[in-house]
């Protein structure tokens, strides 16, 4: 995993930090390489254009006076306005190395460009809401906006928006990524987040932002079986079950049979589709040892057939995925009749449903909610979270909007299905269909249905070999 990849929380950070300052390098020394590696970002951005810094008390501030000084050096024509006195040892170092004034921040002009190092790290609550419209106001007019390490507002291990925040043009996230980078409503802030170097080692971080995967063609000696065969147990609605098997077979598995209540037909002829009338049919049907992932949840419904038919997949022994409707049986059952070992897609409806309202940031309740399940555990959205029970976890941000649309839920699944029998990995298997997925769906463009994501997979799958 590449160093830019990590995910922290403040908490993280900060002994991160610590472990830097334990190797000998001074603290204000970190601060430098901060601002060094933001100014560069801003001078590459906006170049000799007029700039107001806005410094706040803490360490955030101070790389915001050392952004100042350094850009002044290159003959940017920097102001800076400050939020009262700097407070910590190395903001203190940092001001006063700057040799210019220091103006009110509610007095300051407006600037071409414009500086957010206000409140990175060390927020603990939302601005007041007259410097926030302040914050608001600046960043508007300015044309080249800029925040460092976190837009002042955001709250760094949620995500959410404790005051105004305005939308920057870039945000620049110092020594790693934190929680807030990458959830919602947060990532929302910025049209460009870049990651700065600064030396921090996050080699022992857990939480990681879902990247390429790399992919395998078959082996020469492979064959249907050996590649993965799948199956999608279907019920009320076979249209989703059908999309769900379709996505599956362009999943790179070797083979899917898809168990429907109804034959709706259409489709490529190399799917399977076989009629079971009831749960005792799916059982039958799923008497093979050669599956190696089993799908219920799409399509399936919610009456007493539906539950049977969630039941004979549950009691066949095979690796499952459980999606939609399986998810909203078993929430009525608690989180004990949640078969341990499945991969769980849930958007949020579906994971309130099943664990509860849950404390913490998305990434710590989708953790919780795969440690007690002792499952994987997708939990979808803008900002989905893949979870495993040992403390592993990945987002995926900035996947399409366009995804918001019927049927993708369905695709997902049953390419988790289908890379789950591929791989034999649970927690490899999410990664990879998450990520397939998002890129489908960046390859189908925009206002596509979810039909032309599958499409879109063969080429997606192609990228990573
Ligand atoms: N550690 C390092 O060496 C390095 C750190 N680096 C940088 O430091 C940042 C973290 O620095 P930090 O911990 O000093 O916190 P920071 O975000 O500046 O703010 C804390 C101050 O603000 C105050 N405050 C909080 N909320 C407030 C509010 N709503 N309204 C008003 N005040 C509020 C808070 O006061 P308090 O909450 O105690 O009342 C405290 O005084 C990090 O994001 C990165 O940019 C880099 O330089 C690399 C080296
Ligand atoms: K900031």
Known sequence: MSKAEAILTAAQMRAAEQAVFATGVPEYELMERAGAAAAEIVWRAGGKRDLLVLCGPGNNGGDGFVIA???RARGVPVRVAALGESLTPSSLKARACWAGPVEDIFSAAPATQIVDALFGTGLSRGLDPVLADRLCALTASAGFSYAVDLPSGVDTDSGALLSAVPAFGICVALGAFKSAHLLQPSANCWQRLICADIGI???????????????????PLDHKYSRGLVAVVGGEMAGAG?????????S?????????????????????TQKADGAGDVGRLLNDARFKAVLVGPGLGL???????????????????????ALTLLAGKGVDAIPAGAILTPHEGEFVRLFGDLPGSKIDRALEAARRADAILIYKGSDSVIAAPDGRAMIASGSSAWLSTA???DVLAGLVAGRLAVTGDRYRAACEALWLHGEAARRAGAAFVADDLLVELPAAIASRL
């Open 303 to 325: 009456d007493q057939d539906a539950t049977a038919r969630l039941e004979a997949a549950m009691v066949s022994g095979h690796p499952l995925v459980l999606d939609a409707d």
């Open 407 to 409: 049927g993708t839920g």
């Open 242 to 250: 059908q999309l769900a098997s379709h996505a599956a077979a362009h």
């Open 69 to 71: 000084r350094l850009l």
């Open 252 to 272: 790179g598995a070797g083979m899917v049979r898809h168990i429907a209540r109804d034959l709706v037909g259409g489709g490529p002829d190399a799917i399977i």
């Open 201 to 219: 080692d996050v080699s022992a971080a857990t939480v990681h932002r879902l990247s390429p995967p790399p992919m395998f063609p078959p082996k």
